[in-house]
């Protein structure tokens, strides 16, 4: 009762109703990325299959990254290619 | 039969290992066969925790690299005779467990003891998986904190996932256990309350364990709180906990403190 009524005076409602909302909307998020189970690993190893059919490149140096925004998301896919992967590609054809 | 528990939670520092060493004891009293598993390889602590650093001569790794025999490594509590550590490795790191030698000195541990608490480690890499890897439940530790719950989040998952049991399509059954809870500030709004935790991580409740001066007491003098003051609201917490994993219904509550005058009159200081 009287920690309700020096509520009362301070006008300083307790935080944690801000921590559940903010864990709630966190966790509905972090789950649904867990449901699909690794979606950037495989559109990595897709995505490289298909380029180094017409080109030579290193496996290390594609990047996939998603960036989940509220209404729209992105789709990042960042190749490096060698100087020289046209010539290669003559050389090999 | 058996039971092969592992205490994780993700983030550190909420209370794995007071909690494995403060169950433990609390079941070995109840008269079970207990031994508590220190899966923290480089960072041990148990040991500390249950009073037995100077005992250590072998380790978990060097029985899992067949080193030493699992009874020359265990060692048996000075206070409760069914109630033994096997500590982990000082020296070495997370990669010297291996998942195989894991399987078999779980495999050990089920034919010798009535129940096998793992003491996971801090985070979501090898150490921890290894430790959870063979559980049959689990007891998931968390604090009534933003950062602390959604790691617990995280590590449900993975017992959902990584587990032997979940690969086999069983399941492993979880418990959150609830530590460092100040009744007051979750009444004023200031903390996470109870309900908030449960809904979130809809997994059942094991137990809420008060904030309180016992704990750190305890761990001072390397005894479990359920052994060092059973008679403090943290240990009454500690053993309710241990008799509904033994599968008693037990009704909920937060013990609480007794404080005396002075001490109420000088606050936490006093302790």
């Given at each position: 009762m009287s920690m309700n009524f020096l509520r009362l005076l301070s006008r300083r409602p307790g935080s944690a109703p801000v921590a559940r909302e903010r864990l709630q909307i966190l966790l509905a998020h972090e789950r649904g990325l867990r449901g699909q189970p690794n979606l950037l690993g495989i559109l990595r190893e897709e995505i490289l299959a298909v380029v180094s059919r017409h080109v030579m490149l290193d496996p290390e140096k594609v990047i996939v990254r998603m960036d989940r925004g509220e209404s729209v998301s992105t789709l990042e896919v960042d190749i490096e290619l060698p100087n020289d992967f046209d010539k290669r590609i003559a050389a090999a054809g | 039969m058996a039971k092969v528990l592992v205490v994780t939670s993700g983030k550190g520092g909420v209370g794995k290992t007071t909690s494995t060493a403060a169950l433990g004891a609390a079941l070995a009293q109840s008269g079970e066969k207990v031994v508590v598993v220190d899966f923290?390889?480089?960072?041990?602590n148990l040991d500390l925790i249950m009073g037995a650093e100077r005992r250590v001569v072998f380790d978990l790794i060097n029985v899992v690299h067949g080193v030493a025999k699992l009874s020359q490594a265990l060692i048996r509590d000075k206070r409760l005779e069914n109630l033994w550590l096997l500590p982990a490795s000082q020296?070495?790191?997370?990669?010297?467990?291996t998942d195989e030698g894991v399987e078999r000195v779980i495999a050990d541990l089920r034919t010798k003891f009535d129940w096998v608490l793992c003491d996971s480690p801090a985070g979501i890499e090898r150490g921890a998986t290894l430790a959870m890897r063979y559980a049959d439940e689990a007891v998931i530790v968390t604090n009534p904190e933003v950062s602390s719950v959604r790691d617990a989040d995280r590590i449900i998952g993975m017992l959902d996932s990584k587990t032997a049991k979940a690969e086999k399509g069983?399941?492993?059954?979880k418990h959150v256990l609830i530590t460092r809870y100040d009744s007051g500030r979750a009444a004023r709004g200031e903390m996470l309350s109870i309900d908030d935790i449960l809904e979130i991580l809809t997994t059942p409740l094991l137990g809420i364990i008060p904030e309180s001066q016992d704990v750190l007491r305890a761990s001072n003098v390397g005894s479990p709180v359920t052994l060092n003051n059973a008679a403090s609201a943290p240990a009454r917490a500690y053993t309710d906990a241990a008799r509904r994993l033994n599968g008693e219904t037990i009704t909920m509550m937060v013990p609480v403190e007794r404080k005396g005058f002075m001490e109420r009159l000088l606050g936490r200081r006093a302790a």
């Amino acid at each position: 009762m009287s920690m309700n009524f020096l509520r009362l005076l301070s006008r300083r409602p307790g935080s944690a109703p801000v921590a559940r909302e903010r864990l709630q909307i966190l966790l509905a998020h972090e789950r649904g990325l867990r449901g699909q189970p690794n979606l950037l690993g495989i559109l990595r190893e897709e995505i490289l299959a298909v380029v180094s059919r017409h080109v030579m490149l290193d496996p290390e140096k594609v990047i996939v990254r998603m960036d989940r925004g509220e209404s729209v998301s992105t789709l990042e896919v960042d190749i490096e290619l060698p100087n020289d992967f046209d010539k290669r590609i003559a050389a090999a054809g | 039969m058996a039971k092969v528990l592992v205490v994780t939670s993700g983030k550190g520092g909420v209370g794995k290992t007071t909690s494995t060493a403060a169950l433990g004891a609390a079941l070995a009293q109840s008269g079970e066969k207990v031994v508590v598993v220190d899966f923290d390889v480089g960072l041990r602590n148990l040991d500390l925790i249950m009073g037995a650093e100077r005992r250590v001569v072998f380790d978990l790794i060097n029985v899992v690299h067949g080193v030493a025999k699992l009874s020359q490594a265990l060692i048996r509590d000075k206070r409760l005779e069914n109630l033994w550590l096997l500590p982990a490795s000082q020296t070495r790191d997370k990669d010297a467990l291996t998942d195989e030698g894991v399987e078999r000195v779980i495999a050990d541990l089920r034919t010798k003891f009535d129940w096998v608490l793992c003491d996971s480690p801090a985070g979501i890499e090898r150490g921890a998986t290894l430790a959870m890897r063979y559980a049959d439940e689990a007891v998931i530790v968390t604090n009534p904190e933003v950062s602390s719950v959604r790691d617990a989040d995280r590590i449900i998952g993975m017992l959902d996932s990584k587990t032997a049991k979940a690969e086999k399509g069983e399941q492993v059954k979880k418990h959150v256990l609830i530590t460092r809870y100040d009744s007051g500030r979750a009444a004023r709004g200031e903390m996470l309350s109870i309900d908030d935790i449960l809904e979130i991580l809809t997994t059942p409740l094991l137990g809420i364990i008060p904030e309180s001066q016992d704990v750190l007491r305890a761990s001072n003098v390397g005894s479990p709180v359920t052994l060092n003051n059973a008679a403090s609201a943290p240990a009454r917490a500690y053993t309710d906990a241990a008799r509904r994993l033994n599968g008693e219904t037990i009704t909920m509550m937060v013990p609480v403190e007794r404080k005396g005058f002075m001490e109420r009159l000088l606050g936490r200081r006093a302790a």
